[in-house]
Structures are given as C-alpha cells and as structure tokens.
C-alpha cells in the first residue's frame, strides 16, 4: 500500500512541474509578442532650441540675397609713361588727391638727355635763323644801294639829255651826242629795271629762305616740347578728383610703359557688386529693385548689371543705387543685398524650414493645439525666398510646424516638445 501511495505523489509532482513549465513558456512568449508590438517612446525636442515658424496668408515678398563689397562705378589706373625706376611713391592709398597731385616719381636719364639735347638743337637753329637773316638783309642792303647808284646815275644821264636835247634845236650839239645821250639813258633805265626786278625776287627768297628756317625751327621746338613733357610725365599725376585706393610698384622698381602704378576712384560714385548663387541667379532681372546693407546703413538700389558667367559658383550682380550713400561708404565695404524679385498675393507661407527647398515636398513636423507634441506631415513647397516659403499643400493657416533642423528625428513620426 505504501508503494502504491508514493508511486502516485510523484506521478502527481511530475504533472505540476510540467504544468508550470507550459505556463512559464506561454508567458515568456506572451511578453516577448507583448514587446514586439509595442512602439517606441517618442523622442523629445527642448523647445529652448527649438524654432517653431507660423504658416500665414497675405503677401510675401520673394527675395534673393547676396554678399559683396562697395566699387567704385569710375575707376582710373594710372600707366607708367615710359620705361624708368621708380624713385619715389609722395602718396599712400587712401589719401584724396587733385588732378595735379604727383603720386610717383620716375627717373629716366637717356629721356632727360634727348630733352636737353633737343633744347640745344632749338637754341642752335634759331642762332643759325638769325645769322641767316643777317646775311640776307645785307644782301639786300647791297642790292638797294646798287639800284641807288643806278638810279642817281639814270637822273643824271636823264638831265644831261634834256640839256643835249635843248643844246640840239640850237644847233650847239652834235647829232651823234645826242643819240648817245639817249642811248646811254636808256641803257640806265633798262639797269634800274632789271635791279628793280633782281630786288623783288631776292625779297621773296629772303622770306622763303627765313620761312623754311623758322619752320625747322618750329619742328624742333615741337620735339624738345615732347622730350620736355615726357620727362615732366615722369612725375605721374593722378589725371583725376579722388581717392588713391592702390599704389602697385614700390621704390626702386623698374617699370615699362603701360605697367600699372595706381589707382584712382570716385568715393561719391559707387555701386555694390553682390555674389548671388547659380542656384537663385535665373530669376534676377535688370531693373529690379534692391536694399543693400552697409551694417551703417541700409541703400536703396536697382540691378543694372548681371555677369554673363558663373565663377566658382556664384553670378556678380551690380547694384546701382537710388538712395543716398550714407557718410560710412567706402571703396572694398562688406555688405550684404537683397533683390526684390516678385510680390505673390493672398498665398500660404511659413518661415524657410532649414532643409526645404522650394518647389518639393518634405516632412515637416505639424505642433499640436497645445504645443506639447509634434507629428509628421508631408507638406508641397512652393516660390522660395531669402527667409519665406511658399505652402502649396499640407498645412493650413495658422498651423506651427518646427523650422530648425530635425534631421536626427528622421526616424519617427512623433515626437514630444518640452
């Protein structure tokens, strides 16, 4: 009896433990599906360094920016006239200078030479223009006299025919004396005439002779005033009212003609040329309507000029202003421009999220009413601006969604804001 009794206990000790095993089995396996469903905990975003935009309707205006510098819109380098070596820079960039202002000064000895010796050559033919003309007057001095000694000849071969002619009707001269009183007078005539003649043309080659002198003479003049000036052009002036903004050569340094010395500009003529992206370039047109800040002032202006081509991925565009400069306006001042490009009427917009682009669709997460949670929302992005969007689909008026980056929620579809 006590066999049968102790078979049984452990028949029925077996069955329990068995029972238990199957019991602890199913709920292990009941909490591992139990977790298996469950999702996880939402993330939380500190609302401190959270940005939270507002979608709005009414009007937005869509702008591009751009950073850039002040030029001036009349820029004057200032070549090298001649070969030489600089010997002295007077003037520092900077500094306002007059037309007349000399800003550097070259040496050059062989152009000082050729200046000299085209002075001499002048003071040398004008010595011999007035020898020469000495030597003519003298000539024609001796010439006159000559006529005067023929001439007083003539009247007094003249008188004594008239006394022959007077002695001949009388009958107290000679036929024979007569005509030769007469042949001899006009033998004098015809003297004075050819004298006469001989001093005309000798006056006209007097003047042409002094005339091709004073002509040589004026040539020369001339070249000693080009040596003269090309030596004066040595001392290399500014040509222009404004400010030296470069000065490229230092002292001592040989330069050739043409090479660049320095740069004058206009202070109270300047534009903004802004770097405007490839990526925002195809909607800016001439004419339209800019604001430049100088972190001093803000200018108004207009796009008068846009770069054909990209260089290292960004357009230059020129800014003309309108406005007046404020006093703080420099030559190479930083600023930063914003192009007016269209006004859009009675649209959806929010403030630009950090990583949407116009013109696609992205998830942004939507606030709920109270502000403690936030879901994602497939939202279409319309015409962007500098700091606006265009909202074409996915949210209404008046939602919040979260503009700064959530690229690390790229996970979830819910998230807490604390």
């Keep these: ?188 005539a015809n003297r004075l005439k050819v004298e006469q003649q001989r001093l005309a043309i000798s006056a006209k080659s007097i003047k042409a002779q002094v005339n091709a002198q004073q002509s040589r003479i004026d040539q020369l003049q001339a070249l000693a005033k080009l040596k003269k000036d090309q030596v004066d052009a040595l001392k290399v002036r500014a040509g222009t009212n404004g400010v030296l903004q470069v000065v490229s050569v230092q002292e001592g340094q040989q330069v050739t003609p043409g090479l660049n010395l320095a740069r004058i500009a206009d202070p109270a003529s300047l534009k903004a040329e802004l770097k405007v992206a490839e990526t925002q370039i195809k909607d800016v047109k001439e004419g339209q309507t800019a604001v430049v800040d100088t972190r001093n002032g803000v200018i108004e202006g207009r796009v008068s000029r846009i770069d054909p081509a990209a260089r290292e991925g960004t357009f230059t565009v020129d800014v003309t202003f309108t406005g007046p400069l404020p006093s703080s306006a420099r030559p190479d001042l930083s600023v930063d421009g914003k192009i007016e490009l269209e006004r859009l009427t009675n649209v959806l917009y929010v403030e630009r999220p950090a990583f949407g682009q116009g013109q696609q669709t992205v998830g942004m997460f939507r606030l709920s009413e109270d502000g403690q949670e936030a879901t994602r929302t497939q939202v279409s992005l319309g015409r962007s601006s500098v700091s606006t969007i265009e909202v074409l689909n996915g949210l209404r008026e008046g939602d919040q969604v979260i503009i700064s980056d959530t690229t690390t929620m790229d996970n979830y579809n819910h998230i807490r804001v604390r």
Excluded at 63 to 84: C, F, H
Excluded at 134 to 161: C, F, P, R, W
């Design 1 to 188: 009896m006590d066999i049968k009794r102790t078979q049984k206990s452990k028949l029925k000790k077996r069955i329990r433990t068995g029972v238990l095993i199957v019991v602890g089995l199913a709920a292990i396996g009941g909490i591992t599906y139990g977790l298996a469903k469950m999702k996880p905990a939402a993330p939380t975003l500190d609302r401190s360094t959270t940005v939270i935009g507002t979608v709005k309707r009414g009007q937005m205006v869509r702008e591009v920016s751009g950073n850039g510098t002040l030029v001036p819109q009349v820029t004057r380098w200032i070549p090298a006239p001649a070969d030489g070596r600089v010997e002295k820079i007077l003037i520092q960039a900077g500094v306002e200078v007059g037309a007349g202002t000399v800003i550097v000064e070259l040496s050059n000895p062989e152009m000082e030479q050729q200046a000299i010796d085209a002075e001499f050559q002048v003071k040398t033919a004008q010595a011999e223009a007035e020898n020469l003309k000495v030597h003519l007057e003298s000539d024609g001095m001796t010439q006159q006299s000559q006529i005067a000694s023929i001439n007083a000849e003539y009247s007094q071969a003249k008188l004594q025919l008239d006394t022959d002619e007077v002695l001949a009707k009388q009958g107290l001269v000679a036929d024979l004396l007569l005509k030769i009183s007469r042949v001899h007078v006009q033998d004098l």
